[in-house]
């Protein structure tokens, strides 16, 4: 199983995309800087997330909310 994320920081005012396999993990990972990006907007607060049977299809859908680059989209 594999996980689509949108993370957002009050701190920023920023939305995060992203995949992976271990969302628990990786939002921990996120929490303590463990990523230079997101390390400037600690906390990150969950605010969304889609479940696929792969990888791949979790990094497709990604691809295809980054690629509409408006936050409208993603605060519907």
């Known amino acids: 199983m594999a996980t ?9 005012n ?9 969302l628990d993990r990786r939002l921990y990972e996120h929490n303590i800087g463990h990523s ?14 889609e479940t696929f049977d792969d990888l791949q299809a979790a990094k497709r859908r990604e691809l295809q909310i980054k690629k509409m680059k408006s936050r ?3 605060e519907v």
């Open 36 to 49: 230079k990006f997101t390390s400037t907007g600690i906390p990150w607060i969950l605010v969304y997330q």
């Open 72 to 74: 409208k989209n993603i």
């Open 4 to 12: 689509l994320y949108i993370l957002f920081s009050e701190k920023l």
């Open 14 to 22: 920023k939305y995060y995309v992203g995949a992976c396999t271990n």
